[in-house]
């Protein structure tokens, strides 16, 4: 996976990787007693931090998590009552090819 810039609702946001240990540093700001960190997404930053020490698959797995979070945030749906399966749908229909471009965007390095 390649670090990469995007743009969303005419933000820019940055995907950048970095190793375990900084990861855990950075989410320990957030959570003290963090032991892991495959991904994190900082609003304040416009910036999407992937664990470069994961294996590809869980690299896109974590990216695809982490888009989410940005997706919510930009869109205001960090409100929605999420408990609704029609409500879930919708959003899930809406995101699917901001997520798809993201991903094909950052590919594999070496194809």
């Not at 994961?54 to 979070?69: A, G, N, R, S």
């Not at 798809?100 to 194809?111: L, P």
């Amino acid at each position: 996976m390649k670090e990469t810039n995007f743009i969303i609702n005419n933000h820019k946001w940055e995907i950048k990787l970095r190793p375990k240990l900084e990861m855990l540093e950075i989410y320990k700001c957030i959570d003290e007693e963090a032991t892991d960190c495959f991904g994190l997404t900082l609003r304040q930053f416009n910036a999407i931090y992937i664990n470069e020490d994961l294996c590809y698959d869980e690299q896109i797995k974590t990216l695809k998590h982490e888009l989410t979070h940005c997706f919510i945030w930009e869109y205001g749906y960090y409100y929605v009552d999420f408990n609704n399966e029609e409500t879930i749908c919708e959003f899930v229909a809406s995101i699917n090819d901001f997520i798809n471009e993201v991903i094909d965007k950052v590919g594999k390095d070496n194809d």
